[in-house]
């Protein structure tokens, strides 16, 4: 048998094992009509489940904590729609602004006061921010924010970093040359390899590439983009160091620093990964920050910002053109606007990170005792956990770290816990999310949960271990 082979029928012994509680026909059933007119039966890829394998469960309704799929059946939801639920599902306040902005129209295609207060809500939250331009997702957001900002500077090439996420515009589905003197490659058919030809793809944290991209080609560079804690390769900080080079190579060499704040703003801080940042650097701003998910409080919006004198050269202002039927919709603002007004309530990210860090502290406890190697992190409202291949192993630090974890043992852990009723992302390079809704019985649950799912693991691991010998 191959490795992929084993690995893969370790994971169905494992999940064999567990006692899925009600089972999934619903799901099963939908899964098998939407495969037949949508591609891949979703709407997004990972909602598919192709990297743990197994039927994505069809959500029929949700509430505070909690999903219920097509079935039936309860899950306590760590995924958040992907962040932005970050008071919960159904919070009376959001719903209630919602309602009320739908019965005044839903859309109009014109200004609205709503955009100015959600604009004005936003820019006393953020203060590298002076002005802010509303649009409908992430995507949208940060290919904009690159569009102004080669605008603003008159060059054209671009850093990202491998497994940072902005979006599938064009030009960001790029992965990394054989060096830095090297374009990168699309990830994506369809992206001729012209146009990601100004994309230059380096390592997560790795303060030497940016030193040597920057004296290559620093006069050519518009602008660097990050997610400052990155969570589209499960969860990852920026460290201080790589943070504050990066900040004096731009300034240097005169690049935009762009903030990618769709995950992590209004998420691991009120002021976002920048207030964190600033508290550790004095001083430190990016000159561009880009938002989504918890402004939208679960529906279609999403931002980009930065000082006036950048902004000013959007259209109609400045030459660079940028625009959106939906954009700034009144709903969807009311939606953020009401979002926005609730977490900054007294208290609000002390408790949530208190049961963020909690949450992980018992996954981790529980992974120790079943004799699991594990480490974990977490920031506001934001976490991950890694099955290390040993206990000495460090949280990861970039893309190849990351990816260099147990996945065996990561997919099998992700459907004894689906079994049990708990909803974790599924695939080991996604970031989880705790809402203000989720208290000490979900995380208690959530916790005896694990130590029933790594004993599992453990002891199928244990087991494949004793086959491996001759
Ligand atoms: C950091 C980051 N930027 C941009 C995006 C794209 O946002 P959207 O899915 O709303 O287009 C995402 C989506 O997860 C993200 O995590």
């Given at each position: 048998m191959t490795t992929t082979a084993t690995a893969a029928s370790r994971c169905r012994a494992i999940r064999a094992m567990s006692t899925d509680r009600g089972g999934h026909g619903a799901s099963d059933a939908l899964f098998a009509r939407a495969q037949r007119v949508i591609p891949g039966g979703v709407n997004s890829p990972v909602r598919a489940f192709r990297a743990v394998g197994g039927t994505?469960?069809?959500?029929?309704?949700?509430?505070?904590?909690?999903?219920?799929?097509?079935?039936?059946?309860?899950?306590?939801?760590?995924?958040?729609?992907?962040?932005p639920m970050i008071l919960g599902h159904g919070h009376p306040a959001v719903l209630e602004a919602v309602q009320r902005a739908a019965r005044d129209g839903l859309s109009f295609g014109a200004p609205t006061e709503r955009e100015v207060?959600?604009?004005e809500e936003i820019l006393k939250l953020v203060p590298s921010v002076e002005q802010i331009r509303l649009v409908s997702s992430?995507?949208?957001?940060?290919?904009?924010?690159?569009?102004?900002?080669?605008?603003?500077?008159?060059?054209?090439?671009?850093?990202?970093?491998?497994?940072?996420?902005?979006?599938?515009?064009?030009?960001?589905?790029?992965?990394?040359?054989?060096?830095?003197?090297?374009?990168?490659?699309?990830?994506?058919?369809?992206?001729?390899?012209?146009?990601?030809?100004?994309?230059?793809?380096?390592?997560?944290?790795?303060v030497e590439q940016l030193d040597e991209a920057f004296a290559l080609q620093g006069s050519e560079i518009a602008c660097v983009i990050v997610e400052p804690i990155a969570g589209n390769m499960n969860f990852v900080r920026?460290?201080?160091?790589?943070?504050?080079?990066?900040?004096?190579?731009?300034?240097?060499?005169?690049?935009?620093?762009?903030?990618?704040?769709?995950?992590?703003?209004?998420?691991?801080?009120?002021?976002?990964?920048?207030?964190?940042?600033?508290?550790?650097?004095?001083?430190?701003?990016?000159?561009?920050?880009?938002?989504?998910?918890?402004?939208?409080?679960?529906?279609?919006?999403?931002?980009?910002?930065?000082?006036?004198?950048?902004?000013?050269?959007?259209?109609?202002?400045?030459?660079?053109?940028?625009?959106?039927?939906?954009?700034?919709?009144?709903?969807?603002?009311?939606?953020?606007?009401?979002?926005l007004r609730e977490i900054q309530r007294?208290?609000?990210?002390?408790?949530?990170?208190?049961?963020?860090?909690?949450?992980?502290?018992?996954?981790?406890?529980?992974?120790?005792?079943?004799?699991?190697?594990?480490c974990g992190d977490s920031l506001g409202g934001m976490f991950g956990f890694f099955f290390t291949r040993s206990v000495e192993d460090m949280l990861p630090q970039n893309y190849g770290e990351v990816m260099a974890t147990d996945k065996e043992r990561f997919n099998a852990f992700f459907h004894a816990m689906l079994d049990r009723g708990v909803y974790f992302a599924p695939a080991?390079?996604?970031?989880?999310?705790?809402?203000?809704?989720?208290?000490?019985?979900?995380?208690?649950?959530?916790?005896?949960?694990?130590?029933?799912?790594?004993?599992?693991?453990a002891a199928f691991a244990a087991q494949a271990g004793e086959e491996?010998?001759?």
């Amino acid at each position: 048998m191959t490795t992929t082979a084993t690995a893969a029928s370790r994971c169905r012994a494992i999940r064999a094992m567990s006692t899925d509680r009600g089972g999934h026909g619903a799901s099963d059933a939908l899964f098998a009509r939407a495969q037949r007119v949508i591609p891949g039966g979703v709407n997004s890829p990972v909602r598919a489940f192709r990297a743990v394998g197994g039927t994505p469960r069809f959500i029929a309704r949700a509430e505070g904590p909690y999903l219920w799929d097509a079935d039936g059946k309860r899950y306590i939801d760590y995924i958040g729609s992907w962040g932005p639920m970050i008071l919960g599902h159904g919070h009376p306040a959001v719903l209630e602004a919602v309602q009320r902005a739908a019965r005044d129209g839903l859309s109009f295609g014109a200004p609205t006061e709503r955009e100015v207060e959600l604009a004005e809500e936003i820019l006393k939250l953020v203060p590298s921010v002076e002005q802010i331009r509303l649009v409908s997702s992430g995507t949208e957001a940060a290919m904009s924010a690159i569009r102004l900002a080669r605008g603003a500077t008159g060059r054209a090439k671009l850093i990202k970093f491998e497994g940072c996420y902005h979006g599938h515009a064009d030009a960001l589905l790029v992965k990394a040359g054989s060096g830095l003197a090297t374009h990168g490659h699309p990830t994506s058919a369809g992206v001729p390899p012209e146009v990601v030809q100004h994309t230059i793809v380096l390592e997560y944290n790795n303060v030497e590439q940016l030193d040597e991209a920057f004296a290559l080609q620093g006069s050519e560079i518009a602008c660097v983009i990050v997610e400052p804690i990155a969570g589209n390769m499960n969860f990852v900080r920026a460290s201080l160091p790589f943070m504050q080079r990066l900040r004096e190579l731009c300034t240097a060499h005169g690049a935009l620093l762009i903030f990618d704040e769709v995950m992590t703003g209004f998420r691991v801080a009120l002021g976002g990964a920048q207030s964190l940042f600033a508290q550790a650097l004095p001083g430190f701003v990016p000159d561009m920050s880009v938002f989504g998910k918890v402004i939208g409080g679960g529906m279609p919006l999403a931002a980009f910002g930065a000082s006036r004198r950048i902004m000013e050269n959007l259209a109609p202002l400045g030459p660079v053109y940028q625009a959106g039927t939906l954009s700034g919709n009144p709903v969807a603002t009311a939606c953020g606007l009401a979002t926005l007004r609730e977490i900054q309530r007294p208290g609000f990210f002390d408790t949530l990170a208190g049961n963020t860090r909690a949450l992980v502290a018992g996954l981790l406890g529980a992974a120790r005792d079943a004799g699991v190697p594990m480490c974990g992190d977490s920031l506001g409202g934001m976490f991950g956990f890694f099955f290390t291949r040993s206990v000495e192993d460090m949280l990861p630090q970039n893309y190849g770290e990351v990816m260099a974890t147990d996945k065996e043992r990561f997919n099998a852990f992700f459907h004894a816990m689906l079994d049990r009723g708990v909803y974790f992302a599924p695939a080991l390079y996604e970031a989880g999310f705790v809402s203000a809704a989720h208290g000490e019985a979900e995380i208690a649950a959530t916790h005896a949960a694990a130590r029933e799912a790594l004993a599992d693991v453990a002891a199928f691991a244990a087991q494949a271990g004793e086959e491996r010998r001759p």
